[in-house]
């Protein structure tokens, strides 16, 4: 009787811990399935606080980024229908023995600001997170100790299609998201979010301090220098960063500041403030930006030049830079610089476009997805396009989420109705047969 309740003890726990780890997993592995780029930008963060980012080839974090994604998903789905138990089981253990140590270097030196393991879906800080896989680790030790004990909701021979499914779909979803753009938005730069709105500070509060800084070069000398000592234009522009100087209250937006290259000035209101459409082009590093569609691009440059819209091309990149892009393309807009992680957080393609009015965001396009001459037939404010593209989270993630139940649900019916009642008469035929034997 005791070993019985033992047993009944140790099913339920490995099934509850199994479906924990399965929900992380499944969260962990969509939420950077569906932003690529976003993963990939915090890979290079970590190989970059370590020191070991020359180490690899250019294309390894977002290659590896994608892969473990799908790794992390496919793991949450196998451990959910209670599928490929060892591997899935063995793969969970594995990635936490890793994960685990590696949040605790973090929280205590803390070389990046988050782990990043929930995307910008949900932002851990990093103590935060390592408590969060101490609960993950205990679970992943019990799942694989017990896994023999977990229940399976799909038979051995329909478990082949759950786990290619699975893998083709996240696959999908994570190079259909890296050519247009992400299906779900989690970042402060989403349509519909007013940029001045949401820098913009509660009464009462006390913000945090932050400093644009510039660094300039002249006759082989870097240095650096601010808004408020920004020197003449025999300096030659070569990066810009932004640094906290005081912790306080900290808007969702907190580093948006346009300068103006032309004239140096700071245009980030006049801009924001606007009443007419403002194109804003997003190229955070204009070198390794795709000249593909350049030719979309200038026909959007020259219709916002015949309708009076304003134009401006964001970068992070070196005057240099932006003068070979310009003898390269036959660029007539005017640049402005901008932090490089503010451009990479507005929007996930190099370059990408945002149509602003007022200081909302009414539209985003990929490279690969600018409007061209047959959709910009009129004004602006007589097309669908210059209106607030209507976006819900909510149906998106039905969306997606119908993409991939429904097929599964057709193989789980064909699971239960054809394979399981064979498997069923079979094995009433076989008792029967040994019954008269």
Same mark, same amino acid.
């Given at each position: ?63 590896? +980024? ?83 004990? &977990? ?68 006759? +082989? ?22 640094? &906290? ?27 924001? =403030? ?54 390269? =393309? ?11 992680? =503010? ?69 789980? +019916? ?24």
């Amino acid at each position: 009787m005791k070993d019985k309740n033992l047993h009944i003890i140790q099913k339920t726990g490995a099934n509850v811990c199994r479906f924990l780890l399965a929900a992380s997993f499944i969260f962990s592995g969509f939420v950077k399935a569906v932003d690529p780029l976003g993963f990939q930008y915090k890979i290079q963060d970590y190989l970059t606080a370590f020191g070991v980012i020359s180490w690899f080839p250019s294309f390894f974090p977002l290659l590896g +980024g994608i892969i473990l994604s799908a790794i992390e998903f496919s793991i949450g789905i196998f451990l959910f229908f209670g599928i490929k138990k060892t591997i899935s089981t063995t793969l969970a253990l594995v990635l936490m023995i890793f994960m685990t140590p590696l949040t605790l270097y973090l929280a205590i030196f803390d070389p990046v600001s988050d782990c990043g393991c929930f995307g910008d879906a949900w932002v851990l800080t990093n103590w935060e997170t390592f408590a969060k896989n101490i609960v993950l680790l205990l679970a992943a030790i019990a799942t694989f100790q017990w896994r023999k004990m &977990l229940i399976r909701f799909v038979t051995r021979k329909m478990e082949w299609l759950i786990s290619l499914y699975t893998i083709f779909f996240v696959f999908t979803l994570s190079f259909y998201c890296l050519d247009r753009l992400p299906v779900l938005d989690f970042r402060p730069y989403k349509i519909g979010q007013n940029i001045m709105k949401g820098m913009s500070i509660p009464e009462g509060a006390k913000p945090s301090v932050y400093e644009s800084v510039f660094i300039l070069e002249k006759n +082989g000398e870097k240095k650096e220098f601010t808004l408020d000592n920004y020197p003449d234009s025999t300096w030659t522009f070569v990066d810009t960063h932004t640094i &906290l100087k005081e912790k306080g209250f900290e808007p969702s937006i907190h580093d948006f500041s346009m300068m103006d290259m032309s004239t140096g000035d700071d245009i980030t209101e006049d801009v924001l =403030t606007d009443m007419g459409y403002t194109f804003l082009l997003v190229a955070h590093r204009i070198e390794e930006a795709d000249d593909s569609n350049i030719d979309l691009i200038n026909e959007i440059y020259d219709y916002s030049v015949e309708h009076g819209y304003r134009f401006y091309c964001l970068t992070s990149s070196p005057e240099e830079q932006i003068e070979l892009w310009k003898d390269k =393309t036959g660029a007539e807009y005017p640049f402005c610089q901008m932090d490089d992680i =503010t451009l990479k957080t507005m929007i996930r393609s190099n370059p990408g476009l945002m149509l602003i009015k007022n200081g909302t965001i009414l539209n985003k396009w990929s490279d690969e997805d600018i409007p061209d001459e047959y959709v910009l037939t009129d004004k602006l404010e007589n097309l669908e396009l210059g209106q607030q593209k209507v976006r819900s989270d909510v149906h998106t993630i039905g969306y997606v989420f119908l993409w991939f139940v429904i097929p599964l649900l057709l193989v789980l +019916g064909v699971d239960i109705l054809i394979v399981r009642r064979r498997e069923r008469k079979n094995e009433k035929r076989k008792q029967q047969q040994e019954v008269k034997e």
